[in-house]
């Protein structure tokens, strides 16, 4: 049986194109939908935080004396002190923990939220909301704001707790919702793997507790063009093109 050798037309044409499919293969595994996705990277940190309690109230004055009924035609004038004026807050009970009169509020009203004045926890009140699962606290400015605040004006209040020991935290950008789950992508090699974590406490400053799921000195993506999956390549890069530092 004798071979039929390839037409000498079909071999250059072969090796016109075997090159070029090689190339087509890099261009594909370089850009579009498989092509790594850079990310920017953040390490789970060993670290005590300072956690951050916030609410919401209205500026209210201490009556001392309320007026009661009044008839028509009968003048009526509130004098307040504007000593009195303090914020009723209301605090979600999940968070509460360490609620306590003493703490350091800083309060922001909403006709001047860029102007935060500082504060203390004046009173923890001993009935709680049952209905909105609210802790109720009275917040006193230290000082008061100049001009002083309307009553009944709204204001948002941002109480320091005491510090907590040392855990593994994450800064807030590293976590991520999935199919309902809370987590994290966790680095490894080339690719990522997604791992459910239960949160704590946070801090001012955005990092988060995390209770389960994560070690100290694991690595987590940060940032990315597009949404991550189990099956992304990843490139670790410092920032992401066209982000400003």
């Known amino acids: 049986m004798r071979l039929r050798l390839p037409a000498p037309r079909t071999l ?5 194109l075997v090159p070029l499919l090689g190339l087509f293969g890099q261009v594909v595994l370089r850009s579009g939908p498989l092509a790594p996705v850079p990310v920017t990277v953040g390490a789970v940190e060993l670290r005590p935080i300072a956690p951050a309690l916030f609410g919401i109230g209205t500026v209210e004055a201490r009556f001392r004396y309320p007026i009661g009924p009044v008839v028509a035609g009968q003048p009526v004038v509130e004098v307040i002190d504007p000593a009195s004026l303090w914020v009723n807050t209301r605090f979600d009970q999940l968070h509460a923990a360490g609620l306590a009169p003493g703490l350091s ?22 009935l ?12 006193a400015f230290e000082p008061l704001p100049d001009p002083l605040p309307r009553v009944n004006e709204l204001a948002e209040v941002t109480l320091a707790l005491p510090p907590l020991a040392a855990a593994p935290t994450v800064i807030n950008a590293a976590l991520h919702r999935v199919d309902g789950r809370l987590g994290v992508w966790v680095i490894e090699g080339d690719g990522v793997r997604f791992a459910e974590v239960r949160t704590g406490a946070a801090d001012l400053d955005g990092w988060i507790q995390v209770l389960e799921g994560l ?17 992304s390549r990843i490139q670790v890069v410092e920032r992401l093109a066209g982000v400003k530092p």
């Not at 070690?215 to 949404?227: F, I, K, N, Y």
Request: hydrophobic content about 45%; cysteine-free.
């Open 105 to 126: 509020a800083r309060t922001a009203l909403r006709a001047q939220p860029d102007q935060p004045t500082a504060g203390t926890v004046a009173r923890v009140e001993p």
């Open 128 to 139: 709680a909301d049952g209905v909105t699962e609210e802790m109720l606290a009275k917040i």
């Open 12 to 16: 250059a044409l072969l090796a016109v």
């Open 215 to 231: 070690q100290a000195g694991q690595r987590v993506a940060l940032h990315s063009p597009r949404a991550l999956g189990p099956h």
